[in-house]
């Protein structure tokens, strides 16, 4: 992977978890308000960009494992630090919105 190619990669995870984060984010908020179809559309919208990212991250550990090593840089280590944050987040806003699914039902 040229250093083009890793850059690219790069922002794709950071963009792709800054998405994700904030889609989740606007979940959580849309289940305050007792808007649950809003809900589980951002928590599917932050879905989509999880798994862009989870593309991205497996194409450099297939790259990585036939041979080709990426450069590891502070890029490269704040793109990971974002996604494992969206990951965490968004499964935190799934049980948000559960929790005020519940509440909404009694």
Known sequence: ???????????????????????AFEAIQAAKTGDF??????????????SEAHNSQTDLLSDEANGKHTEISLLMVHGQDHIMNAITFRDLAGEIVALYKQLAAK
């Open 37 to 50: 179809v809003t809900a589980e559309a951002k928590l599917k919208e932050a879905d989509k960009a999880l």
């Open 1 to 23: 992977m040229d250093e083009n190619e890793n850059l690219q990669t790069i922002m794709g995870l950071i963009m792709n978890g800054g998405n994700a984060k904030g889609a």
